[in-house]
């Protein structure tokens, strides 16, 4: 049976260095190298994501932006994505600016990401640019005076901040805005919220699906540890939560592995793959 596996990169294939260990890479490639199909599912961007897989020979499209955009690593481009209508783009940001919050829009330029923000900035967000700054895929637009109308296709509406504050944003959006809200603690502190914006519809669940139709997968196999990897668990013919998952995660999964510091996704396919052949 053609298997598909997916994998959510921060807290699940990455480990508490937030980085692809030795040994995952050697396995992955493995995997890979015999004909296994593997991807990511992830909320980052291409900009992050194609240097923390630099070691794993990706060769399907990488679902970032939490399936939005689809990267192709090898020929260094987006094949697929999920635009925000513009007038939902300026709903959105209405929403969070009458909470004192103000949006990052991330918007496709060719095979850059342009990001774009106004206004004040949390210490998080702060700290959150200056650690993006430079990198190859990424450009940040930073006090524009409007930075809602723009011939690029917008796809992503992001705030990092304290979890509390995001809390009534979310609400409001989710009952009076058509778009997909996620919502989610920080891995590292989880006072801090992230908050993801895409348009309506748009889920890692759907992402991995039409990603196994493409491939032709009869099985997909999904790895998670954060409450946005749910919908992605439900969806997967069989789905492995990490054993440093929130507990909603675990209680969704078909089972629970190791942690994220023990190479354990790694491990557990090669050990399914070659357990089939």
């Excluded at 980085?19 to 992050?48: C, D, H, Q, W, Y």
Aim: hydrophobic share 40%; glycine share 6%.
């Amino acid at each position: 049976m053609k298997t598909l596996y997916v994998s959510d990169l921060d807290g699940t294939l990455l480990n508490s260095d937030s980085k692809v260990s030795n040994g995952t890479a050697l396995m992955l490639n493995r995997v890979i190298e015999a004909g296994g199909l593997f991807s990511v599912a992830t909320a980052r961007t291409p900009a992050t994501a194609t240097g923390l897989l630099t070691d794993v020979h990706v060769s399907l499209p990488m679902l970032t932006l939490s399936g939005a955009g689809w990267w192709d690593n090898i020929n260094r481009r987006y094949t697929h994505v999920e635009a925000i209508p513009p007038n939902v783009v300026c709903a959105v940001a209405d929403v969070m600016e009458r909470h004192g919050v103000n949006p990052f829009v991330y918007r496709r330029h060719g095979s850059l990401l342009h990001t774009h923000h106004h206004g004040e900035m949390s210490e998080v967000e702060r700290r959150f640019v200056a650690e993006r700054q430079g990198l190859p895929l990424k450009r940040f637009f930073l006090d524009e005076d409007d930075i809602l109308h723009n011939p690029d296709e917008a796809i992503l509406m992001f705030s990092h901040r304290g979890y509390e504050q995001l809390r009534p944003v979310v609400e409001e959006l989710r009952r009076d805005v058509p778009c997909q809200v996620m919502f989610y603690h920080d891995i590292v502190d989880p006072d801090i919220g992230l908050l993801e914006v895409y348009a309506a519809g748009c889920t890692k669940a759907d992402a991995v699906l039409r990603l196994a139709a493409e491939v032709g997968a009869e099985r997909v196999v999904t790895f998670g540890d954060n409450r946005n990897d749910i919908p992605m668990l439900r969806a997967a013919t069989h789905s492995v939560a990490m054993g440093n998952a929130f507990p909603e995660v675990k209680a969704v999964a078909s089972e629970v592995t190791g942690t994220n510091d023990e190479d354990a996704v790694a491990r557990w396919i090669e050990r399914d793959f070659f357990g089939e052949q």
